[in-house]
């Protein structure tokens, strides 16, 4: 009875992520997240064995995406809560369920979500509830945070999934991204100097600032395609996650939170 993927799937990711037997629990739920982050390929390498963060979900959706992630005859561990006071509201949270995860179009406070995405989500959802025959309704399709204390899924609706899974129309039509979105100004750190939405061009304070990548950072080694950050490695400092790039032959860190897509930059020499 248990499948891998749903056919939807437009590729797997083939990294080993954090799972665990469903020790014959029925799958009755699917709970709804967001990754807060736009960069799906930083989401979905903290779901890797060996990150340490015991984190994972089944699918990872973008735009254009649904990515199979951890086979569904799997538990992931999505919404399992964080110990102490953190108790989930329903039993057997992870064995039960199917975790879906969505990468933000735009970083805090809104963390919005891209229409497409939602549609896809929903798309998914419909899929998973038919394989199952489980109700889809908002009983079954959950948010996380009706499930543990948590912020997510940021500002994801999802009454809206399960009103598109059930042939509804989008509530709000499909707008293209903005160019150049504003950034949000509350954690950028105070090496950046933000202009007009965009970066002006620095000064050696910022790699002074950010100097320890180079001994902590992970390497990531992805080049996704069009429209997605490019970089070659990643580290967390202090609250950011940066993101080096090299650009026309620039060394550039930005943090990765911050910064949707589109979002002018400087360079930093
Ligand atoms: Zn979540």
Redesign the pocket.
């Known amino acids: 009875m248990a499948r891998r993927f749903s056919g939807l799937i437009t590729s797997e990711n083939p990294n080993p992520m954090y799972g665990g037997g469903r020790n014959d629990v029925g799958i009755d739920r699917i709970?709804i997240?967001?990754n807060a982050t736009t960069n799906k390929n930083i989401a979905m390498s903290t779901w890797y064995t060996g990150s340490g963060n015991w984190t994972s979900a089944h699918y990872e959706v973008t735009p254009t995406e649904i990515i199979g992630c951890v086979e569904e005859s799997y538990a992931a561990y999505?919404?399992g809560g964080t110990g102490g006071s953190d108790v989930p509201k329903m039993s057997n949270p992870n064995e039960r369920s199917i975790g879906i995860?969505n990468v933000n179009s735009t970083g805090a406070p809104s963390w919005s979500v891209d229409p497409r995405t939602v549609a896809n989500t929903a798309k998914l959802v419909r899929d998973i509830c038919n394989y199952y025959g489980i109700p889809c309704d908002r009983r079954h399709v959950l948010a996380?945070n009706e499930v543990t204390a948590?912020a997510?899924?940021g500002g994801l609706d999802v009454d809206e999934v399960v009103r598109l899974a059930n042939g509804g129309s989008a509530a709000t039509p499909v707008q293209p991204v903005a160019p150049n979105p504003k950034p949000a100004t509350s954690n950028i750190p105070s090496g950046f100097k933000p202009e007009n939405g965009t970066f002006v061009n620095g000064d050696t304070e910022i790699m002074n600032r950010v100097g320890t990548p180079s001994t902590s950072a992970q390497q990531g080694g992805y080049l996704p395609p069009n429209g997605e950050w490019v970089y070659d490695s990643w580290a967390k400092v202090g609250n950011y996650t940066w993101i080096h790039h090299v650009y026309n032959g620039q060394h550039i860190y930005l943090p990765v939170r911050e910064w949707p897509r589109g979002t002018a930059w400087g360079t930093f020499k």
């Open positions: 709970v997240h967001h999505h919404c995860e996380h948590t997510c899924p």
